[in-house]
């Protein structure tokens, strides 16, 4: 399946090429060179690894197949695109370039990669965002992947536009097909593979086509955070599911997670309603200058609450979380910046410059500090499970005596639940890009 958006390109690359011209003029470089990369040759092999574009590329054109090709955007004037399209007969060759991209740059196409060196500048100072690598190791540039030019870029990609908005959404709909394709896969009892397979073939796409390693875990297996191992036999007897996967158009993610009860009408699917609720409930904060960091540290409260409820602590939320014990039964932090990569750049940044601004210390693994601010696209994906190597931990605090091991025991071969939509925040709210992709196909 190939989805292709075009709605809003032009304004989108136009904008993106103003801003690289004022920040090569700000800081006396003449000319920018964007490598989309080249594959990467397995050890003592003659085959590749699965190619993956460089992000500063495919933010420019919506190619993410394409190594060996460049981008040239001189202080001022039309960009260039050197179009790699060899004579092979043992792969496939790129189709001629087409679409609405192709306006917006002066194409040259190269059929080897050495004859990029003759288009690439030569003169003045020439900055490199990429990897230095293959032709351009004979290139002399100035600087490569300077902060002065990088921090702004990462800091500005949180915001997106209408197009990126499209992309992200269309990556929705594309992906919210493939999970129902897995939840009846799962009901019909498949193992893992059959799961994932049936993902797949939903979005209409290759494995390496996905925006990252999807996550299908069947019972115990959803207490592995980012378990890939898709197994090929049958569990004893199917008890939860636990898939996290997206999918990806031109170039931009979507990152979903839903789980599920194999009994549909247990405490577990109880314990999932409970855990949709309290979801639902904290996007109902997401809203410009909002904090993110508070939304997380809420979601420790909530989750405590939630274990009470369920009795599987006796203590009051607030001891669970002060005490850090929450984090024993949601480790991770509560989502992260979507879209280019999935987890994007610039989540911890403090301004356009630069600097670093820190998760809380009882809370290292929250990938975004930054203000909730309008056109940005989160993710929002508490999770509660029941994980050894932590509730181990738990054993040697104080509130050891406070928490239903029984009962914790019974729930262990559930794994854990984790519940993720992707957010887009707008001027007064936000907008569930998950649910209506998944309220489109009920």
């Not at 032709?135 to 992947?145: G, M, R």
């Amino acid at each position: 399946m190939t989805t292709i958006v075009e709605a809003g390109y032009s304004e989108h690359i136009e904008t993106l090429i103003q801003r690289y011209q004022s920040l090569l003029a700000e800081h006396n470089y003449d000319s920018v060179v964007i490598p989309s990369g080249m594959p990467i040759r397995k050890y003592l092999d003659d085959m590749d690894y699965p190619f993956k574009v460089n992000p500063h590329f495919k933010a420019l054109v919506p190619l993410v197949t394409n190594p060996h090709c460049h981008i040239v955007i001189p202080q001022s004037g039309k960009p260039s695109l050197l179009f790699y399209q060899p004579v092979d007969f043992w792969h496939t060759v790129p189709a001629d370039p087409s679409g609405e991209y192709t306006q917006h740059f002066d194409i040259i196409k190269i059929a080897r990669p050495q004859e990029a060196l003759a288009e690439l500048p030569k003169q003045g100072r020439i900055v490199l965002l990429g990897q230095k690598e293959g032709v351009l190791d004979a290139v002399s540039f100035s600087a490569q992947n300077p902060e002065t030019l990088v921090y702004p870029l990462y800091w500005q990609r949180a915001y997106k536009s209408p197009y990126e908005v499209e992309c992200i959404w269309q990556a929705n709909r594309m992906a919210a097909k493939a999970h129902l394709a897995a939840r009846d896969a799962f009901y019909r009892g498949e193992t893992e593979l059959q799961i994932n397979a049936a993902y797949l073939a939903a979005a209409g796409v290759l494995e390496n086509q996905m925006p990252y390693g999807n996550i299908v875990a069947l019972n115990q297996n959803a207490a592995i955070l980012h378990y890939t191992d898709c197994q090929t036999q049958l569990p004893k007897q199917h008890h939860s599911f636990l898939i996290d996967a997206g999918c990806e158009v031109n170039g931009y993610a979507s990152d979903i997670t839903r789980t599920y009860s194999f009994a549909k009408d247990d405490e577990f699917a109880e314990l999932i309603q409970a855990m949709d609720e309290m979801h639902l409930g904290l996007l109902e904060k997401i809203k410009p200058q909002a904090s993110y960091v508070d939304l997380h540290i809420e979601a420790h409260h909530n989750i405590a609450a939630i274990l009470a409820r369920f009795k599987f602590v006796s203590a009051s939320p607030e001891a669970l979380v002060e005490s850090g014990v929450s984090s024993a039964f949601f480790p991770h932090g509560l989502g992260h910046q979507l879209g280019l990569q999935v987890h994007d750049v610039g989540g911890h940044q403090t301004n356009a410059a630069g600097g670093t601004t820190n998760p809380p210390e009882q809370h290292p693994f929250l990938r975004n500090t930054r203000m909730i601010e309008q056109n940005q696209v989160l993710t929002v994906e508490p999770g509660l499970y029941f994980i050894d190597s932590l509730l181990e931990d738990v054993k040697g605090t104080d509130l050891n005596k406070d928490i239903n091991w029984e009962k914790i025991n019974a729930f262990k071969p559930f794994g854990g639940i984790r519940i993720e939509d992707d957010i887009l925040v707008t001027a007064k709210g936000h907008r569930n890009l998950s649910r209506e992709a998944f309220a489109e196909l009920n």
